[in-house]
């Protein structure tokens, strides 16, 4: 058996130089061909056989040698976000200042190289499963594209799914869902020598403040809150003329919980609120629905073995590991699919992200590879350990 820190500080260098390509060439929505070439051809260099598949994904076998054992997949992320590789198609800026790797898409493809490290790994140790799948996809940041084809082709193949995020320290699990509202008061407009109330900025005002009444969180979510739910009005508009009261007003309201339960309960909550406030002011309201987005949560959270085997092999690497009971990743398409997962992403990858200097920490995302691969061991119990 391999020792995975010893494994990943051999191999650093060859970790480090795949990276820096790969952050070298963009990967717009759209414009993923050349990036995904390329790490399809690093993933043969280290052993593998890969494919691109129908929508444009990278994917690569390492069959084990326990024909009825576990199946494993680690997804990476394959695309930019449009303002990251504008950068990067604007540059071919990549230095390493001390510990930091600096230049535009250094965050993202930092998974696509320990990806590829996890392949080298893999192909080296013990083998006590029958399938590892390490998949790099498209539309991470784009609607998760890449990961549904991935699922529908695949399915339950694909066994237990870890979404690496590149660097060390944060485990999560549940997928975060949300249930955007849009709600519309109207009224008749009248000028302001009428006196009285301006109707629909006091519908506006009383939704808003019997909402704010009953925060979901008072402040940013604990990390391990379990169920998470937040509720929170960020977009206000209405009135154009100014002796007028506004004809309409709109107030959008961002609704998220990683409980189904709570969150239809809070969207009931939420409508009946609004219903109240055009109710005692006197106007119309429609509540139309905005962004959407499912709830799901994984079968016994925090102790589920896949939670607890990334905690400690995050632990084993120095490191000590966050819980955060909710994701909005890959993994959200993985459970709309029925499969179990966790996502790893760092605790502090960098900073910078969107701007000509972004920078990722170097030692960070070497920790992370050097987990990731102990948690593959872990799992499979190849190690005297008791596997979580």
Do not use: K
């Not at 001390?98 to 898409?105: E, I, K, N, T, Y």
């Not at 109707?199 to 402040?219: C, M, N, Q, Y």
């Not at 632990?315 to 993985?334: D, Q």
């Not at 996502?343 to 200097?357: L, S």
């Amino acid at each position: 058996m391999i020792d995975a820190r010893e494994f990943v500080t051999a191999d650093s260098d060859r970790i480090l130089a795949e990276w820096g390509r790969i952050a070298l060439v963009p990967a717009p929505l759209g414009g993923e061909q050349q990036r995904a070439e390329l790490i399809a051809e690093l993933a043969a260099a280290s052993g593998a056989d890969p494919h691109r598949d129908r929508v444009g994904n990278v994917v690569a076998i390492v069959d084990g040698d326990d024909a009825d054992g576990p199946a494993y997949t680690f997804l990476a992320t394959m695309d930019d976000l449009d303002t990251v590789a504008a950068h990067r198609a604007g540059s071919d800026r990549l230095q390493r200042h001390g510990d930091r790797l600096v230049g535009p898409a250094t965050e993202t493809t930092s998974s696509d190289a320990t990806a590829l490290a996890i392949l080298r790994f893999a192909q080296r140790d013990a083998r006590p499963w029958r399938r590892l799948t390490i998949a790099w996809v498209l539309g991470e940041e784009t609607g998760l594209t890449g990961v549904r084809a991935l699922v529908t082709d695949r399915g339950a193949d694909l066994g237990s799914v870890i979404d690496l995020m590149g660097g060390i320290g944060t485990v999560s699990w549940n997928a975060i869902g949300f249930a955007g509202l849009m709600v519309r008061f109207t009224t008749e407009p009248r000028h302001t020598l009428y006196g009285g109330i301006s109707e629909v900025s006091d519908a506006i005002a009383r939704f808003i403040t019997e909402l704010h009444a009953h925060p979901f969180p008072v402040h940013g979510p604990p990390f391990d809150t379990d169920p998470l739910t937040a509720r929170r009005v960020n977009r206000i508009s209405a009135g154009s003329v100014f002796n007028h009261s506004p004809a309409t007003g709109v107030v959008g309201v961002d609704i998220r919980s990683t409980d189904p339960q709570v969150l239809a309960e809070t969207e009931a909550a939420t409508r009946a609120a609004a219903e109240r406030a055009a109710a005692a002011a006197n106007v119309d309201v429609v509540i139309a629905e905005g962004e959407r987005q499912p709830a799901m949560r994984l079968r016994d959270g925090r102790n589920h073995r896949l939670v607890r085997g990334l905690a400690q092999a995050i632990r084993e690497t120095g490191h000590e590991p966050v819980l955060r009971a909710w994701s909005s990743s890959n993994i959200n398409a993985c459970y709309a699919a029925g499969l179990e997962g966790i996502v790893h992403d760092a605790t502090h990858r960098g900073g910078g992200r969107g701007t000509p200097d972004e920078w990722t920490h170097i030692p960070g995302v070497l920790d992370g590879i050097a987990a990731d691969c102990r948690l593959l061991q872990l799992l499979a119990g190849a190690s005297d350990d008791a596997a979580p």
